[in-house]
């Protein structure tokens, strides 16, 4: 059970710093310091995306229309964070 644990844990920390780097890079090209013009950028960019919609659509439906504002990537990683701190007060279930 404890490998059930870690498992747990290792795909959050992976899906936060890619979130993280997903809401880096986006910083990063609105403020022009990345060109989506450039083919590793724009693949980057794409594969991001596309690992992080069906994360991000559904919640984007339920919140309402913030303008150019977008909180899905702030609800979803306080959503993992909630979900760590979860697993980590009950750690003892998987011991």
Sequence with gaps: MTSIFQILMLILDVVWFIMIAHIIMSWLINFQVLNLRQPIVAQIWYGLNRML???????RRV????????LAPLVVLIGIYALRIVLLNNAAVFY
């Design 53 to 59: 919609e069906p994360i991000y659509g559904p919640i």
């Design 63 to 70: 919140l309402p229309d913030m303008g150019g504002i977008d």
